[in-house]
């Protein structure tokens, strides 16, 4: 497997709407928020890097294998609310085809509810049939915990040693960000402040806009726009 990770940027164009590139090419446009660009930057990002093939299987793997799938998931998928589809996935995964609590089929998984009453399956693939998909999909960054497991499995199904190869290539690829970002001007400054933003940096955020000249101004207006659509996605999950 080809363990390159592409750069990933999120832009504006002259309307003010978000648009995501990976490695410079543009991959979708019109997003009315940073947030949701993020959210599809990141899924685009793995389909590329990773894929979405998955083979019929219910395959037990280590908690060490688990646990590097999960860092690996962690770097691909960096908003809150898809981090906690990843963490209800790993318990699906972690509960083990032993006790029958999941299937998987090919582009099905089928879940047992604990009460073990009746099991439910999902056609899941880029999308789930559930209805968390259709009714909360803002309060898991479209990611229910049925595509979070299938997730974690294309990954726990390369094994720790390609696993360890992909995190390298997710690290190359943040230097490429940085990089880009330092040396190539403005285009790839909102991918750096929105790194700075997600790991709680704001005064980064803030000094990387006050070093970018001309767009300084557009910068802050980024920064004030994306920590608000931080606050709306957390109020939602709060009231639902
Ligand atoms: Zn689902």
Redo the contacts with the bound molecule.
Sequence with gaps: MDMYVPRRSIRRDSDGLFFIALDGLEMASDFDSAYEARLEVDAACFAQAVGLELRSTQQEFTNKVLDLAMQVAHAFFRADEVRKSLAKGLDLLRQGPEDKRWFIDGQTIKVMPASGKSSKS?Q?RET?T?K??YIRAHLHGGM????ALRVLMILAQMGAGELNHLLDALDDAQQRVIASAEQEEEQDILALVVAALDAGDTARAEEIAANSGNDADGIREFIVMYQQCAVEAEAEAVTA
């Design positions: 999902y899941v789930c559930c968390d998909v229910c915990k049925h595509m």
